[in-house]
T-cell receptor, first 114, second 112 residues
Framework: AQRVTQPEKLLSVFKGAPVELKCNYS??????LFWYVQYSRQRLQLLLR??SRESIKGFTADLNKGETSFHLKKPFAQEEDSAMYYC????????????????FGQGTILTVHP | DVKVTQSSRYLVKRTGEKVFLECVQD?????MFWYRQDPGLGLRLIYF???????EKGDIPEGYSVSREKKERFSLILESASTNQTSMYLC???????????FGDGTRLSIL
């Protein structure tokens, strides 16, 4: 069975500082990794997925299979980045297609102070 | 834009009642999911469905059942509500395996 761990429940930084939200996973096969974000009074939404290799709102995340990590990073945090962030994993079937089922971490609340 | 609509934002029920949470999506998605969201525990999958009348257990199915009679609608049923089922419930849908899940606004359920 797969497991996703986000070691920090709360993370506070000042505007303009770098931010890193940690995510570690355990899974015996090939996973697909995601970051989802929930801003205040908004619904949960996808931020980025590792297979896209893209930067969204200045955030990037690199899958490190050796360390089984998928940390989310942004070089200069903004106040509007304050939100709840969830790391999630979906197992990949042979051929590269995910089952679609997600296992989420416990979440990290990011607060960016002015 | 994908729209996932949950019938109630807030719901208060009594212990032992049978509770229905409804979710409707308007994008012809095959997959639908029910999660509960609790502080410190993240989101945990209760049940999911890959097709009409098809359902599979998630990680915490005990005390719950689901129904998917039509492709656009996925219902979560608490057969006999208990206080430990007080939580935020999130519904999601996705187009196919491996696609982005789109979430509803959630239903905050309180069992008294």
């Amino acid at each position: 069975a797969q497991r996703v761990t986000q070691p920090e429940k709360l993370l506070s930084v000042f505007k303009g500082a770098p931010v890193e939200l940690k995510c570690n996973y355990s899974y015996s096969g090939s996973p697909e990794l995601f970051w989802y974000v929930q801003y205040s009074r908004q619904r949960l939404q996808l931020l980025l997925r590792h297979i896209s290799r893209e930067s969204i709102k200045g955030f990037t995340a690199d899958l490190n299979k050796g360390e089984t990590s998928f940390h989310l990073k942004k070089p200069f945090a903004q106040e509007e980045d304050s939100a709840m962030y969830y790391c999630a994993l979906s197992p990949l079937k042979a051929g590269g297609t995910s089952y679609g089922k997600l296992t989420f971490g416990q979440g990290t609340i990011l607060t960016v102070h002015p | 834009d994908v729209k996932v609509t949950q019938s109630s934002r807030y719901l208060v029920k009594r212990t032992g009642e049978k509770v229905f949470l409804e979710c409707v999506q308007d994008m012809d998605h095959e997959n639908m999911f029910w999660y509960r969201q609790d502080p410190g525990l993240g989101l945990r999958l209760i049940y999911f469905s890959y097709d009409v009348k098809m359902k599979e257990k998630g990680d915490i199915p005990e005390g719950y059942s689901v129904s998917r009679e039509k492709k656009e609608r996925f219902s979560l049923i608490l057969e006999s509500a208990s206080t430990n089922q007080t939580s935020m419930y999130l519904c999601a849908s996705s187009l196919g395996h491996g696609r982005t899940q789109h979430f509803g606004d959630g239903t905050r359920l309180s069992i008294l």
